[in-house]
C-alpha cells in the first residue's frame, strides 16, 4: 500500500519562529489533507490540498503532486500551534479513506 | 448541528463485555467515517459510509466490529466480546462529499479492562 512519511518527527520553536514540515508519499494521489491534532485530542482539518498551493492565515501548504510530496509552513509560530500535524492521503486512486503519516510533533515554547 | 458529536466521550468497560458508541455527523454531510487511534499514532480507518450503506469496511479488525447508519445520519459503532486491546481512541469524522475535506469528531475513549 502507499507509504505516507512525515518529517521530523519532532520540533520545538520558540514563540515567533518560521517552520516547515515535510509529506511523502510514495504513489500519485487525487486528495491530499493536513490536519492538527492539539494537546486535548482534537483533530482539526486545515488544508485540502491534492495540488497546488493554499493560505489560511499564519499557515499555507502545497503539495506537488508529480513529484509526491506536500508541504506545511507555519509562520511566526504561536503556543497554540503546539501539538501533532497530520498528512493524510488515500492508499489508491478511487479510495475513501485516507491513510495518515505518523505525524510531525511540534512544541511552541514561549 | 456545527460539528461532528460523539457520544459518550469517556466509556470504560469490562473485557467480554459488548459496547456503542455514537456519532452525529455535520447535518447534511453523506460521508461518513469510523477511524481508531492508539496512542502516539496516527488515526487508522476503519468504515466508511456513503449515505445508507457501507461502502468500504476493509479496516475493520474482525467480526466482533461492526457499524451501521441506518438512516444516512447517525452511525453507531458496535464492539462485541470486547478485548484489552480494543481499548483507544475511537474517532467519528464526516465530510460533505466524496473526497471533500473531512471533519472530526473529538473522539471517544474506550478503556477495556
Known amino acids: 500500500g502507499i507509504q505516507v512519511e512525515q518529517s521530523p518527527p519532532d520540533l520545538i520553536l520558540q514563540e515567533g519562529a518560521n517552520s516547515t514540515l515535510r509529506c511523502n508519499f510514495s504513489d500519485s494521489v487525487n486528495n491530499l489533507q493536513w490536519f492538527h491534532q492539539n494537546p486535548w485530542g482534537q483533530l482539526i482539518n486545515l488544508f485540502y490540498?491534492?495540488?497546488g498551493t493554499k493560505q489560511n492565515g499564519r499557515l499555507s501548504a502545497t503539495t506537488v503532486a508529480t513529484e509526491r510530496y506536500s508541504l506545511l509552513y507555519i509562520s511566526s509560530s504561536q503556543t497554540t500551534d503546539s501539538g501533532v500535524y497530520f498528512c493524510a492521503v488515500p492508499p489508491q486512486g478511487g479510495s475513501e479513506k485516507l491513510v495518515f503519516g505518523k505525524g510531525t510533533k511540534l512544541t511552541v515554547n514561549p | 448541528g456545527a460539528g461532528v458529536s460523539q457520544t459518550p466521550s469517556n466509556k470504560v468497560t469490562e473485557k467480554g463485555k459488548y459496547v456503542e458508541l455514537r456519532c452525529d455527523p455535520i447535518s447534511g454531510h453523506t460521508a461518513l467515517y469510523w477511524y481508531r487511534q492508539s496512542l502516539g499514532q496516527g488515526p487508522e480507518f476503519l468504515i466508511y459510509?456513503?449515505?445508507?450503506?457501507?461502502?468500504?469496511d476493509s479496516g475493520l479488525p474482525n467480526d466482533r466490529f461492526f457499524a451501521v447508519r441506518p438512516e444516512g445520519s447517525v452511525s453507531t459503532l458496535k464492539i462485541q466480546r470486547t478485548e484489552r486491546g480494543d481499548s483507544a481512541v475511537y474517532l467519528c469524522a464526516s465530510s460533505l462529499t466524496r473526497n471533500s475535506p473531512l471533519h472530526f469528531g473529538n473522539g471517544t475513549r474506550l478503556t477495556v479492562t
Open positions: 490540498i491534492p495540488s
Open positions: 459510509f456513503q449515505g445508507t450503506g457501507a461502502a468500504d
